[in-house]
């Protein structure tokens, strides 16, 4: 069963605009990671960010977590057209080890 | 550092037929997990090793094997191959396999059954 959701499903941006991910899970989690593939290849690891953490950065990226609502966000800014991809959030649930759950992904096309 | 390599990277089979797949995790990462993508299932958790040792495993039929070698190599094996079969299997590697470690994805194998 997929744990976390993403929304939306797809977005379309021009170059140069922000694009904003939301991911939202049901259980409770020991860490977040989004990940980003494109055309079906595998999965490239962008950030992780822990349950007692609710803000991190790694350049353009920005990954906010509410553990309260059980959501997280990531955010591309400045978005080019290298970032059309497919972006996912993955989650740990409930047992002891890296079992990671997946959302549905969301598709993202950024036009030059 | 090298990454994770899947070989082989793209596969064709017959209905009926049996696939192994391999995984060579990034050095010294001890946990290999492997997933099946697929357009209408999403991700899925097949299972993870540690150790040679299966830890974890998904909701997936016995005809989906795998085992993992001495030097953390791991390869899954499909039996009696089925249509539904057909996705992307990828596999990912972490240092020891706990919630607190990122994990790393290979390219994937793609594999198709006909």
């Known amino acids: 069963s997929q744990q976390g959701e993403e929304d939306p499903q797809a977005l379309s941006i021009q170059e140069g605009e922000n694009a904003t991910m939301n991911c939202s899970y049901k259980t409770s989690i020991n860490n977040l990671q989004w990940y980003r593939q494109n055309s079906g290849r595998g999965l490239v690891h962008l950030i992780l960010?822990?349950?007692?953490?609710r803000e991190k950065h790694s350049g353009r990226l920005r990954v906010t977590l509410d553990t309260s609502k059980k959501s997280s966000s990531l955010l591309i800014t400045a978005s080019r057209a290298a970032d059309t991809a497919s972006y996912f959030c993955a989650t740990d649930g409930n047992s002891g080890y890296s079992t990671l759950t997946f959302g549905k992904g969301t598709m993202l096309l950024v036009s030059p | 550092k090298a990454g994770v390599t899947q070989t082989p990277r793209y596969l064709i089979k017959t209905r009926g037929q049996q696939v192994t797949l391999s995984c060579s995790p990034i050095s010294g990462h001890r946990s290999v997990s492997w997933y099946q993508q697929t357009p209408g299932q999403g991700l899925q958790f097949l299972f993870e090793?540690?150790?040679?040792?299966?830890?974890n495993k998904g909701n997936f039929p016995g005809r989906f094997s795998g085992r993992q070698f001495s030097n953390s190599r791991s390869e899954m094996n499909v039996s009696t191959l089925e249509l539904g079969d057909s996705a992307l299997y990828l596999c990912a590697s972490s240092l020891d396999g706990t919630r607190s470690n990122e994990q790393f994805f290979g390219p994937g194998t793609r594999l198709t059954v006909l």
């Open positions: 960010i822990r349950s007692n953490e």
């Open positions: 090793y540690f150790s040679e040792t299966q830890r």
